[in-house]
């Protein structure tokens, strides 16, 4: 299969930190536990983003192209999050408009 241009250098989407390998594999775990270890992704993200800027600021030894790259990836995942709630949203306004 080839890949798409530009895409060979991802690396592939990892199952979330608190399921096990098991339940990572047998598919099984909870969409709630899935979730709530992404947005504690992006939280982290966000926390490493201010403390680069706060490194930056203060005149630590921190380059400005990492602090731009952790910016940037934790503005990307919050987007995304952002994204993937009102998609959630929309689909249980739309399950709660079917009538029985």
Avoid: W
Avoid at 31 to 42: E, G, P, Y
């Amino acid at each position: 299969m080839n890949p798409i241009h530009g895409f060979q250098g991802l690396a592939p989407i990892k199952p979330p930190q608190g399921l096990g390998g098991a339940a990572a594999a047998g598919g099984e775990g909870s969409f709630k536990d899935f979730l709530l270890d992404s947005i504690r992704q992006v939280n982290s993200m966000q926390q490493d983003a201010d403390r680069a800027v706060e490194k930056l600021v203060s005149g630590e030894d921190v380059s400005p192209a990492e602090v731009l790259t952790a910016v940037q990836k934790a503005d990307i995942a919050f987007k995304l999050m952002m994204q993937i709630r009102n998609k959630m949203v929309q689909a249980y306004n739309d399950v709660q408009s079917i009538r029985v």
